[in-house]
T-cell receptor, first 115, second 113 residues
């Protein structure tokens, strides 16, 4: 029973390039959440998606960041024209039927480094 | 803005010691308080606390919520080197009809053999 799979584990991008982070939720989970963890900081909520819908994007920066969770395939967090300040660990979590913390399963994260 | 504060930020103790980690929250529409352990990878779930004053236990770990004081503690007794990790607490809040987790910055616990 695979958990939440995130790839790549590590991603290096030059300033101005695009970064695509992928998250495959636990089989049967239809709710996906993205969090960002800056060095020495806690996890910050970014966006909550259900299949084909963005439910809550109150934590997403207004520009350059977008997320989707298509009917088929993984959820994608996309960062356009990356800057050094985007360097962070990005974690995805999934749950079977909406939040209720104990149902969350986290992935191992993608560590993005912008050079 | 919702806020979750953890203390201490870091803690170094010897194996066998007992530690208490603190978490306080100032959030609107509070539902529950959760504790996670984060080693090098994904945070793993420890406890979810919804009712005040009821202790939850799992082996050497225990936790309790005080809704009057808007706080929670996580206790670890007879610590082992494998307990070294970042411990995160998070408040589950209702946000525009949807629930979401607001995390603290974590307590980095280091156990010295």
């Amino acid at each position: 029973n695979a958990g939440v799979m995130q790839n790549p584990r590590h991603l290096v991008r030059r300033r101005g390039q695009e970064a695509r982070l992928r998250c495959s939720p636990v089989k049967g989970h239809s709710h996906v959440y993205w969090y960002r963890q800056l060095p020495e900081e806690g996890l910050k909520f970014m966006v909550y998606l259900q299949k084909e819908n963005i439910i809550d994007e109150s934590g997403m920066p207004k520009e350059r960041f977008s997320a989707e969770f298509p009917k088929e395939g993984p959820s994608i967090l996309r960062i356009q024209q990356v800057v050094r300040g985007d360097s962070a660990a990005y974690f995805c979590a999934s749950s079977p039927s909406g939040p209720l913390g104990y149902g969350y399963t986290f992935g191992s994260g993608t560590r993005l480094t912008v050079v | 803005e919702d806020k979750v504060v953890q203390s201490p930020l870091s803690l170094v103790v010897h194996e066998g010691d007992t530690v208490t980690l603190n978490c306080s929250y100032e959030v609107t529409n509070f539902r529950s308080l959760l504790w996670y352990k984060q080693e090098k990878k994904a945070p793993t779930f420890l406890f979810m606390l919804t009712s005040s004053g009821i202790e939850k236990k799992s082996g050497r770990l225990s936790s309790i919520l005080d809704k009057k004081e808007l706080s929670s503690i996580l206790n670890i007794t007879a610590t082992q080197t494998g307990d070294s990790a970042i411990y995160l607490c998070a408040a589950l809040v209702l946000n525009f009809g949807n629930e979401k987790l607001t995390f603290g910055t974590g307590t980095r616990l280091t156990i010295i053999p």
